[in-house]
């Protein structure tokens, strides 16, 4: 299975700052045939379900704030969030969907 | 709008049986695949496995295969999880998970979320 690893596990970023997370798979997750990455990032607040980010390691699902913004390729991946708000504390995962086993890294918190 | 509602908090005993719906509704129920993903209390989050709704067959993750059982109800757009003999280290909060894409009845990124059941094991 791929084994996908996130840092920091946890980052206090004050208001309006920039939070930064990255990923990085264990082996590729680009098809060459379609030049796509796949990889998906989710937000997950307390006590909720996860809600999805981006897909594709860069488009951003409807609705999403363009404050969200992923980017990488192959194997390292980075979830940008530009400006920081309140509502944004929540703990985000990325997850690769290019195998027949998906897996999740294991969560950055985001805290102000 | 696309909604998977879940059902309600369970409680059971060692070596019980729960079983676990999910109601799809706002979108052809069999044109999208459901996954289910597992999150233990504190802990991150763990893929099951999912069940292709077009034709019913079941795809289990290393360590879900056995106790944990994915069914569907297309009459009326409801995938279920049951999961047998119970242990205290099934106590989680149960997700079901669309599969996005273009409808292919195949695996993606998960566009829509169930709510959520919390099952507890506890004798």
């Known amino acids: 299975d791929i084994v996908m690893s996130q840092s920091p596990d946890s980052l206090a970023v004050s208001l309006g700052e920039r939070a930064t997370i990255t990923c990085k798979s264990s082996r590729s997750v680009l098809y060459s045939r379609n030049n796509q990455n796949y990889l998906a990032w989710y937000q997950q607040k307390s006590g909720q379900p996860p809600k999805l980010l981006i897909y594709w390691a860069s488009t951003r699902e409807s609705g999403v704030p363009d404050r969200f913004s992923g980017s990488g390729s192959g194997t390292d991946f980075t979830l940008t969030i530009s400006s920081l708000q309140a509502e944004d504390v929540a703990v985000y995962y990325c997850q690769q969907y290019y195998t027949r086993v998906p897996t999740f890294g294991q969560g950055t918190r985001v805290e102000i | 709008q696309v909604q998977l509602v879940q059902s309600g908090s369970e409680l059971k005993k060692p070596g019980a049986s729960v079983k676990v719906s999910c109601k799809a509704s706002e979108y052809t129920f069999t044109s999208y695949a459901m996954n289910w993903v597992r999150q233990a209390p504190g802990q991150g989050l763990e893929w099951m496995g999912w069940i292709n709704t077009n034709t019913g067959n079941p795809t289990y993750a290393q360590g879900f295969a056995g106790r944990f059982v994915f069914s569907l109800d297309t009459s009326v757009s409801t995938a279920y999880l049951q999961i047998s003999s119970l242990k205290a280290e099934d106590t989680a909060v149960y997700y079901c998970?669309?599969?996005?894409?273009?409808?292919?009845?195949?695996?993606?990124?998960?566009?829509?979320w169930g709510q959520g059941t919390l099952v507890t094991v506890s004798s």
């Open positions: 998970a669309r599969a996005g894409g273009s409808g292919t009845n195949d695996l993606y990124y998960f566009d829509y």
